[in-house]
Structures are given as C-alpha cells and as structure tokens.
C-alpha cells in the first residue's frame, strides 16, 4: 500500500537522538507502526492530537 511506503519512507529523515512530532490520520497510523523498527534510535515521540498519542501508546512505540 503507497501510505506504508510512505511510512516506510519518511522512517530515513531520522536521525539519531530525534524528537520525532507526528499528527493524527491513516498515514500517520502505518508511520506510528514504523516507529517500533527504529524505536532505539530516538529520543522521544509528540503528538498533535490524542488519538495519534492513544494510538502510538497502544503499539509501544513511544520510548519513554
């Protein structure tokens, strides 16, 4: 699907030690997925709206 490609893609503009601030819809949803795969390599995830921190929250990608 072109939103996880684009998930998928958007994983390569973190670097090391990012604050990585996310929004709220579907895209956002498949990226909140991804975060798990780099999830070592940031600090700390925000979030615009409660659902995406509801989300994030119930997939454990948000490091604490």
Known sequence: ELKQQ??????EYAKKHSVIGIGTGSTVE???????TIKSKIDMVVSSSERST???????TCPS
């Not at 684009?6 to 994983?11: D, E, K, P, T, V």
Request: charged residues 15%; aromatic residues 10%.
């Open 6 to 11: 684009a998930a998928i893609a958007a994983l």
């Open 30 to 36: 498949c990226f909140i997925d991804q975060l798990a």
């Open 54 to 60: 509801k989300w994030a929250s119930s997939k454990a």
